[in-house]
């Protein structure tokens, strides 16, 4: 049986910082296990321009303590309007290493999101041109869909012929939910990967509502059935490039979770990588650990893999209890909250 696993330093290829406080309070977290993370750009307002990415990425830079070997991979947030040359220099001066699409109000702080992505080819073509990632939350926004089908609806009314205009774009289904979603991004060239969350590794929809209402487990896209789940697993552990490791941790004060209208988002940056470590030992897989976590990512995005190496022991570890925002009176719910966990990283 395997007690330790070292490891290529992994990245993170999804995360949410938030700024100010909240980021003092969140980032080492992610510092103390991923040497990269693909910041996402839903600020409010959110990180639109090459100017905006770069004021973030010094603000982000100043929080990191000194001895910390930790690089902000900047996205920025596409809107109806972007100017596809301002992205261009951004790129080309390795400010903004993806770009990140929302659909207008399909989640938190959207609303400055894409109404029609026909509207954005410009920008789409620069991508295409450049290799530069199109990173994709994948729900279609009609109210009139139903929550669990949003995602499967969307790769057919829009990542497909989104992905058919544009062949070479470099896509990223991010936090897919779905076995569709583990179907279409197997089935399709290389260009389209897909991140895969702790959280979807591990709960179902059911957990959502286990003896009353979590919204501590409320997330978009939302979890969904059993056979999703073990699909996720599946891609997860298959050692298949396309597939690889994005948190979303996506921190929110409890007070907007446990709310007449309770904000999505699971903050699990606290215990990520135990879990993920966990998902692959129970699957016995650790020995694909290191391509999910560390090598698919940077092959896709086309970058060298991290120098470094990470231990991750089987000696256990317990997910903090709640987290003080001490400047501001907020606290935060971490996912798995006081519980046990088999793996912990030395
Ligand atoms: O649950 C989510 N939370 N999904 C998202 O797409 C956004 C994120 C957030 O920013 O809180
Ligand atoms: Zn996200």
């Not at 070292?6 to 103390?32: C, F, G, Q």
């Not at 690089?71 to 990140?100: H, W």
């Not at 969350?197 to 409320?218: A, D, K, M, Q, S």
Request: charged content about 25%; hydrophobic content about 40%; glycine content about 4%.
């Amino acid at each position: 049986m395997i007690e330790t696993l070292s490891i290529t330093k992994p990245d993170d290829w999804h995360l949410h910082l938030r700024d100010e406080n909240l980021m003092r309070v969140v980032l080492p977290y992610t510092v103390a296990q991923f040497a990269r993370a693909i910041v996402m750009p839903n600020l409010s307002p959110p990180v639109v321009t090459v100017e905006d990415a770069r004021a973030y990425r010094q603000r982000i830079l100043s929080c990191i303590p000194e001895n910390a070997d930790f690089t902000p991979l900047m996205t920025a947030y596409l809107t109806d309007d972007t100017d596809p040359e301002d992205l261009r220099v951004g790129i080309s001066d390795e400010v903004i290493s993806a770009v990140k699409m929302y659909p207008a109000n399909a989640t938190t702080n959207s609303a400055h999101g894409v109404t029609n992505w026909r509207k954005t080819e410009r920008v789409l073509a620069v991508l295409e041109e450049t290799n530069t990632p199109l990173l994709v939350h994948g729900e279609v926004t009609d109210q009139d869909v139903d929550i669990f089908d949003r995602e499967k609806v969307f790769i057919d009314e829009i990542l497909s012929p989104l992905s058919e205009a544009f062949p070479k774009l470099k896509i990223v289904l991010e936090h897919i939910t779905t076995k569709e979603s583990v179907d279409f991004v197997t089935e399709t060239g290389r260009n389209i990967a897909a991140t895969i969350t702790p959280h979807h590794l591990v709960i179902n929809r059911n957990e959502i509502f286990r003896g009353g209402i979590r919204p501590h487990l409320y997330c978009l896209p939302i979890a969904k059935r059993e056979k999703h789940r073990l699909a996720l697993r599946a891609a997860a552990v298959s050692g298949n490039e396309c597939f690889f490791l994005g948190t979303d941790s996506a921190p929110h004060p409890i007070s907007a979770k446990e709310a007449e209208c309770g904000c999505a988002g699971i903050f699990n940056a606290p215990t990520a990588l135990e879990i993920y470590a966990q998902v692959f030992d129970e699957e016995n897989a650790l020995d694909q650990f290191e391509k999910f976590a560390s090598l698919n990512g940077p092959n896709f995005y086309n970058l060298p893999v991290n120098d470094g190496k990470i231990t991750l022991s089987k000696q256990g570890s317990e997910t903090p209890d709640i987290i003080e925002v001490s400047s501001t009176g907020d606290q935060l719910m971490p996912f798995f909250s006081g519980k046990k966990l088999a793996w912990r990283v030395i």
